[in-house]
């Protein structure tokens, strides 16, 4: 008689008896294909920088005029536009990573039907995660670079500990990405990102960005300082301005909890909606 070959195992064993390797590294084959798509977005990339930039023009330098000084986080008086730069950079990383892996990764997911393709290749939901948070991290890096880029070029570094900055805004964009493509895995349709403009936009207003924590009523202090962007704002201002302190390590320690559980959501998420 002749030997009938077994059925292949089920996609999700399939994933399972890959070799273990390095996520990090399958995950890289992911990022060169979305900097080679972006070739032709470039504009996006654009626009996005120009947003903060504007307003550091409009508020920093009109607004300014009319406010003047405003105690920095050492208790020194810096220009209005020195206080509001940190908050636009620590925006511009968010902003990046938020609609890069929200808008973006619910196309890819939902109607390109890319990551189903993905994994007839070597690569799990682990690395689809890893890959897709990673390359939302470096958008808002760049955002974030070319807004330092700016703050030098108006004088508002005058702090070397201004250095830091960048590592701190990927650390932010780290977290936003990771938790941005956890939320959006529960997304049925475009008309659930309204939700993400009903968060971003008062985390953008309210997280100390143009105005000081102590001009709120004490209730509403409570309420930003659970907000993650406030945290990135904390960071950044502390930074540029130099006013560094122990506290910031907070700051960071909230956002390692961000990555962390935004990964594992993200991950598992994935694996269920890919493997089902």
């Not at 958008?139 to 974030?144: F, Q, S, V």
Request: charged share 10%; glycine share 10%; hydrophobic share 55%.
């Amino acid at each position: 008689m002749t030997a009938v070959a077994p059925p292949p195992p089920a996609p999700s064993r399939i994933v399972r008896l890959l070799p273990a390797g390095s996520y990090a590294g399958r995950a890289h084959t992911l990022l060169l294909r979305s900097a080679t798509a972006s070739r032709t977005t470039w504009l996006a990339f654009v626009s996005g920088f120009a947003e903060p930039v504007f307003y550091l023009l409009a508020m920093g330098q009109g607004l300014g005029s009319l406010v003047g000084t405003l105690p920095g986080p050492d208790g020194a008086p810096i220009s209005y536009a020195a206080f509001i730069a940190p908050g636009l950079l620590a925006a511009s990383a968010m902003n990046g990573a938020v609609f890069d892996s929200t808008y973006n990764v619910f196309f890819k997911l939902k109607y390109g039907r890319l990551y189903e393709a993905m994994l007839a290749t070597p690569l799990g939901p682990v690395d689809i995660a890893l890959g897709e948070i990673g390359w939302a991290l470096l958008r808002g890096g760049l955002y974030a670079l070319g807004f330092l880029a700016v703050m030098g070029g108006f004088g508002l570094l005058v702090s070397p500990w201004a250095l830091l900055a960048l590592p701190a805004a990927l650390v932010v964009a780290f977290a936003f990405a990771a938790v941005g493509m956890a939320a959006t895995s529960y997304m049925r349709s475009w008309q659930d990102f309204d939700l993400v403009t009903l968060l971003v936009l008062p985390m953008f207003l309210f997280s100390t960005t143009f105005f000081p924590l102590s001009v709120y009523p004490r209730w509403l202090q409570v309420v930003v300082e659970c907000l993650p962007l406030y945290h990135a704002v904390e960071l950044m201002r502390g930074l540029t301005t130099g006013a560094v302190h122990l506290g910031m390590l907070g700051n960071l320690a909230y956002f390692a909890v961000m990555i962390g559980v935004g990964v594992v959501v993200a991950t598992r998420r994935l694996d269920v909606l890919l493997l089902k």
